[in-house]
């Protein structure tokens, strides 16, 4: 993917302990509903609380795409720009919605979410379009 290109970001947020099965379920269900394929997925982004959550790593690993964990300080700045927002995630993350900060960061400035955030078995998934490869 060279620069300039458009990228698809997944975010991703999850309860403490779920499965690499489990996120990627959810991972295929959303791409399902935005009509994507996991080719299509750049990379994946989450929180960094969430640097030591086997099963995420696992996913990523075995889906063979990057994790990036962005800060809390990069979640919060994206507030604004989020379609849901969860009083939990707030407090324990600085922003509304982990997931969906996460994507909008790791996408770039200019990006946007493809729909709100999707639930499925304790994980969430985001899923924004940007021009950050």
Not at 38 to 52: F, N, S, Y
Not at 61 to 71: K, V
Not at 99 to 108: F, Q, R
Not at 112 to 122: D, H, Q, V
Request: some cysteine; charged content about 20%.
């Amino acid at each position: 993917m060279g620069l300039g290109e458009a990228v698809i970001v997944a975010g991703i947020g999850c309860r403490s302990g779920v499965s690499a099965d489990e996120v990627v379920a959810a991972l295929d269900t959303a791409l399902l509903r935005a009509d994507l394929t996991r080719q299509e997925i750049g990379k994946l982004a989450t929180g960094a609380l969430k640097v030591q959550e086997a099963g995420l790593n696992e996913a990523a690993e075995r889906l063979g795409m990057p994790l990036f964990h962005m800060t809390e300080q990069e979640l919060a700045s994206v507030n604004d720009r989020l379609l849901t927002t969860s009083p939990m995630s707030l407090a324990v993350t600085g922003s509304g919605s982990l997931c969906e900060a996460a994507a909008l960061v790791a996408a770039g400035a200019d990006s946007r979410l493809l729909f709100p955030r999707f639930i499925l078995a304790g994980v969430t998934i985001a899923l924004a379009i940007g021009d950050h490869p």
